[in-house]
């Protein structure tokens, strides 16, 4: 995948590390969440204050749907990599019995011995051999919801595929988003958004040292965030992305890396206070839905001010 490139008007960031996303942590916005369940129904009431007033979100969600939610995700394993490669090329070995190779045991990344009569013919092999081990990792990026993103022409990363994850969670949190329909029939996309990032932000910050009880991935898919009642900064963002796209389907959004964090960039006519982004000639604002700092639309913690200065900046439309 090619890195996008982007003219920013308040921010330039780096991608430092796309496996693992580690958020700050600050000062801890309450809420309350009642849950119950009945028959096939898991259900979720959601209430807390804002600017002194009550606020409440109830939604339920079908059990086979929590159960089943993206089961297929999993952290990145180099080694499980590896695995899949080397067993695409011993599958090809046997379908092909022409393909004259051996390979080398124990070694890191997969080497192997070809046995060609000639240059010309090695260089055949070897470009097969590197076909058949590609295809064989691009499967298990999928299988996982990884992909791989080229930052430049010698650095490419392996990263949670948000943007998949968003699409493919969109029919489980419909009733979520049937829920939010009720309760703005009539919104804009500003109103929408700043209700999402007071309920999501509010949602408890998942610690770094909470990840190994998840098994160590880190990224959690939206109705896991939900079930588990945490998650970290760009599992809420997919979160939030997600159910903006149910509501508002034309909405441009935006994952945006910062270091250490991801934010969401929201196609929206912006205010005069707003942080801007200008992504591929369109106009987009800010919204951090991590939490626990309650911050509005169109505004982001001041530790990453510092990184707010024309430059490039790394995001995938979603």
């Known amino acids: 995948m090619a890195k996008k490139n982007a003219r920013i008007l308040l921010y330039s960031g780096w991608l430092t590390s796309l496996l693992l996303l580690l958020c700050p942590l600050q000062a801890t916005a309450t809420i309350q969440l009642q849950r119950s369940q009945s028959d096939d129904q898991l259900h979720y009431h959601y209430q807390w204050q804002h600017n002194d007033q009550l606020q409440q979100f109830s939604f339920s969600i079908p059990r086979q749907s929590m159960q089943q939610h ?53 260089q055949q092999i070897r470009q097969q051999l590197q076909a058949v081990m590609q295809q064989a990792r691009q499967r298990y ?14 650095r490419t990363v392996i990263m949670v595929d948000h943007r998949r994850i968003m699409q493919q969670s969109m029919p489980d949190l419909m009733p979520i988003a049937m829920s939010l329909q009720q309760k703005f029939p009539y919104t804009t996309t500003r109103e929408l958004s700043q209700f999402l990032l007071d309920w999501i932000q509010r949602i408890p910050y998942q610690r770094l040292d909470d990840r190994s009880a998840s098994g160590g991935e880190g990224f959690s898919p939206p109705l896991r965030v939900i079930q588990q009642h945490q998650g970290d900064c760009d599992s809420k963002a997919v979160l939030m992305a997600a159910l903006l796209k149910l509501l508002l389907p034309d909405v441009r959004l935006a994952i945006v890396y910062l270091p250490n964090h991801a934010v969401l960039a929201i196609g929206m006519q912006p205010s005069d206070a707003d942080v801007q982004l200008e992504l591929e000639g369109q106009s987009y604002v800010l919204a951090d839905p991590t939490g626990p700092a309650l911050q509005p639309v169109g505004q982001v913690s001041s530790r990453y001010r510092i990184y707010l200065q024309p430059g490039v900046v790394n995001y995938r439309l979603l």
């Not at 070995?93 to 010309?120: H, K, M, V």
């Open 141 to 154: 990026l999928e299988q996982i919801y990884h992909t791989e993103w080229q930052l430049s022409p010698r």
């Open 70 to 122: 993206l089961t297929g995700f999993r952290r990145y394993s180099a080694k499980l990599a590896d695995t899949y490669m080397r067993q695409a090329l011993m599958q090809q070995a046997a379908a092909q019995p022409s393909l004259q190779f051996q390979l080398i045991t124990g070694t890191t990344p997969i080497e192997y011995q070809i046995n060609a009569p000639d240059q010309a013919a090695a």
